[in-house]
């Protein structure tokens, strides 16, 4: 059946460092979203993207999307305590409404 | 005022029991969905409804029943509670959601249930 693997699924870092989350899809997809969900609540929106090889940006937030629509990553640039929770993408195969969920990425930054 | 509110926020039950999760959104969405999030936080779907027609049915035991009495609301029946299904249940919903390939999801804030 169609997956959607993220990687890794666990990270800690220091504050200040970098983090990036990968996604990967076993089928081409529409588009691809991303939530942020903190300890204890639920899944965020944070960001959609459309076209092969986009690249978005929300502060020190920076989403990509494969050139061959099958893999997409979230990099976080000098990381906040407030950055902590678990990511997760989900994409929209091909010909397909069901979103399907990344197995998602717990970032802990530890101050 | 919550976009979209379940209720109860915990749940804790014995086995075979049947117990009751419900969910409203005031949005003005057209779909809504039940995701069960489990232990090692792997979100998946299980239901989803459009202007209450059931459009997305996972292979999910027929002891979980959704109703959805109008397009605002869509409630989760559980009958014979297993210990497997110890989970946090999402109810989300979304503008249109039928046949359409960009909307988001909006989430309530989960119902914890432990069947012991």
């Known amino acids: 059946g169609q997956q959607v693997m993220q990687i890794p699924q666990y990270q800690h870092v220091q504050e200040g460092e970098d983090f990036t989350t990968y996604c990967n899809s076993s089928?081409?997809?529409?588009?691809i979203q991303w939530y942020k969900q903190r300890p204890g609540g639920h899944p965020v929106f944070l960001i959609q993207?459309?076209?092969?090889?986009e690249v978005k940006k929300q502060k020190r937030l920076t989403f990509q999307f494969g050139e061959a629509k099958k893999n997409s990553s979230l990099h976080i640039t000098a990381t906040q305590t407030t950055d902590v929770g678990t990511y997760f993408c989900?994409?929209?195969?091909?010909?397909?409404?069901?979103?399907?969920f990344g197995t998602g990425t717990r970032l802990k930054v530890l101050a | 005022d919550t976009a979209v509110s379940q209720t109860p926020k915990y749940l804790v039950t014995q086995m075979g029991n049947d117990k009751s999760i419900k969910c409203e959104q005031n949005l003005g969405h057209d779909t809504m969905y039940w995701y069960k999030q489990d232990s090692k936080k792997f979100l998946k779907i299980m239901f989803s409804?459009?202007?209450?027609?059931?459009?997305i049915n996972e292979t999910v035991p027929n002891r979980f029943s959704p109703k959805s009495p109008d397009k605002a609301h869509l409630n989760l029946h559980i009958n014979s509670l297993e210990l497997g299904d110890s989970a946090v249940y999402f109810c989300a919903s979304s503008l249109s959601g039928l046949r359409t390939t960009n909307e988001k999801l909006f989430f309530g804030s989960g119902t914890q249930l432990s069947v012991l």
């Open positions: 989900a994409g929209l195969p091909e010909g397909t409404y069901k979103y399907i």
């Open positions: 089928t081409t997809l529409s588009n």
């Open positions: 409804y459009n202007n209450k027609e059931l459009i």
């Open positions: 993207l459309v076209k092969s090889g």
